[in-house]
């Protein structure tokens, strides 16, 4: 099943995607949901981000490449750190450079969406609470994020967590082709198999830290390439079985 929020008639909605459909749904996709019985072309509606997190948990070195690419030691265990719910923006949205900021780079990753409330999960529980998985961007402000020392200012900003085009419920996380590309050129290319630590696992060691609640996302960490962004840009993540999430670049 392929889930996602839209515009519609300037409200906003919950919407099943059937190929070239958008399906209007009544009620709320972390309950109880049923049809409208009301459909519209997809290329007429406006998607938004597919849900609206009470927060963004990320991971941090989970691709040998990319811990290859920054000279960092494989960690022993996830190094997750957070994103506030105002750096989220969709589809087609625009991500806007700061002025503190000389270099954003582009991540693109594998977003887990959870479906209900988990404190304390075994690693075998935890796919009973993820409702599905989207593609992410961990936009990131790498000045300011070695400037720091820690991360939280250079990965906050507002639109630096595009999220989209949809939810898709009933996939397997182990094995996707995930790939970025900048103004068409490809620029990270990588599998979801090349993970240190399994969205499952993830899910188990992050509900021992916080409770996860219905909406709340894990960005599952970025593959070797990450580059910088600029004015005009165009960057995209695709990752297989789930679609294509399109942003733009300005100051």
């Known amino acids: 099943m392929i889930l996602g929020r839209a515009l519609i008639a300037g409200q906003d909605k919950y919407v099943k995607i059937?190929?070239?459909k958008v399906e209007i749904l009544n009620g709320d996709i972390f309950g109880e949901i049923n049809s409208s019985g009301k459909l519209l072309p997809l290329s007429e509606v406006k998607l938004l981000p597919p849900v609206l997190p009470s927060k963004i948990i990320c991971v941090g070195l989970n691709y040998r490449d990319h811990?290859?690419?920054f000279k960092h030691q494989l960690p022993e265990e996830p190094v997750i750190f957070l994103k506030p719910p105002t750096a989220v923006i969709g589809p087609l949205d625009v991500i806007i450079l700061p002025q503190e900021s000389r270099r954003v780079d582009y991540e693109g990753e594998l977003a887990v969406v959870i479906k209900k409330e988990g404190r304390n999960l075994k690693e075998e529980?935890?796919?009973?609470f993820i409702l599905g998985y989207t593609c992410a961007n961990d936009?990131?402000?790498?000045?300011?994020?070695?400037?720091?020392g820690q991360w939280t200012r250079g990965k906050s900003f507002d639109t630096?967590?595009?999220?989209?085009?949809?939810i898709v419920t009933d996939i397997d996380p182990d094995h996707l082709e995930i790939e970025t590309y900048l103004n068409g050129?490809?620029?990270?290319?990588s599998n979801t198999s090349k993970m240190l630590f399994?969205?499952?696992f993830l899910v188990s060691f992050i509900s021992k830290v916080m409770t996860l609640k219905p909406g709340d996302v894990i960005l599952t960490g970025t593959p070797s390439g990450?580059?910088?962004?600029?004015?005009g840009d165009t960057v995209e993540v695709k990752i297989s079985a789930i679609g294509s999430l399109r942003n733009f670049v300005k100051v």
């Open 18 to 20: 059937n190929d070239d």
């Open 160 to 166: 630096f967590c595009p999220l989209g085009p949809w």
């Open 125 to 128: 529980e935890a796919r009973d």
């Open 139 to 148: 936009v990131t402000a790498r000045d300011l994020q070695r400037k720091d």
């Open 226 to 231: 990450v580059g910088k962004l600029a004015e």
């Open 198 to 200: 399994h969205p499952y």
């Open 67 to 69: 811990i290859d690419e």
């Open 185 to 189: 050129e490809l620029r990270q290319k």
